[in-house]
T-cell receptor
Framework: EDKVVQSPLSLVVHEGDTVTLNCSYE??????LLWYKQEKKAPTFLFML??SGIEKKSGRLSSILDKKELFSILNITATQTGDSAVYLC??????????WGAGTKLIIKP | GAGVSQSPSNKVTEKGKDVELRCDPI?????LYWYRQSLGQGLEFLIY????????KSGLPSDRFSAERTGGSVSTLTIQRTQQEDSAVYLC???????????FGSGTRLTVV
């Protein structure tokens, strides 16, 4: 059965710290891996990764995919309170379906 | 519209009643998805519409759930004879095509009492 596992489930850090969120997967017919940020209800898209070893970067956020070891990490440097959210990882298979992890709840303390 | 619009944003209903949730996708987006998210859980796929093709209903949890998409635009998710375990946030998303990252609506929080 296809699955996506995120760790840790929750994380509390202080403003300015760097965090690394993990996403591992077992999905047949892997197509891409996506990261979303969910602050209230609507997840907002962060990154889509399809190739191993190529870092995607947006400001203080970056992500990389390892298709050999079947995982991805999402890094956030110099965290701010506005980074507090649930970060969701999803993997797309060749049938367009997204398999979602349970998310990592990140709390940034001022 | 500028984004995916869902209504109502919150719905409280009595056990056994039927509910209808509405999703208005971004204009021109041919792909439309419904997901369910229970408290502290990831997203659970419910149903997928792509253009005029037959929808993929493989994620619907029971025959009490149904959805339709009229004219390739607005979609309605109907839950008949609601149960307490149906309480969740129902999220709709649309995209230009398959394999393109979704744009999500703000969801409908359904509470069955």
């Amino acid at each position: 059965e296809d699955k996506v596992v995120q760790s840790p489930l929750s994380l509390v850090v202080h403003e300015g710290d760097t965090v690394t969120l993990n996403c591992s997967y077992e999905v047949t017919n892997f197509r891409s891996l996506l990261w979303y940020k969910q602050e209230k209800k609507a997840p907002t898209f962060l990154f889509m990764l399809t190739s191993s070893g190529i870092e995607k970067k947006s400001g203080r956020l970056s992500s990389i995919l390892d298709k050999k070891e079947l995982f991805s990490i999402l890094n956030i440097t110099a965290t701010q309170t506005g980074d507090s959210a649930v970060y969701l990882c999803a993997v797309s298979d060749s049938n367009y379906q997204l398999i979602w992890g349970a998310g990592t709840k990140l709390i940034i303390k001022p | 519209g500028a984004g995916v619009s869902q209504s109502p944003s919150n719905k409280v209903t009595e056990k056994g009643k039927d509910v209808e949730l509405r999703c208005d996708p971004i204009s021109g987006h041919t792909a439309l998805y419904w997901y369910r998210q229970s408290l502290g859980q990831g997203l659970e796929f419910l149903i997928y519409f792509q253009g005029n093709s037959a929808p993929d209903k493989s994620g619907l949890p029971s025959d009490r759930f149904s959805a339709e998409r009229t004219g390739g635009s607005v979609s309605t998710l109907t839950i008949q004879r609601t149960q307490q375990e149906d309480s969740a946030v129902y999220l709709c998303a649309s995209s230009l095509a398959q394999f393109i990252p979704h744009t999500f609506g703000s969801g409908t929080r359904l509470t069955v009492v």
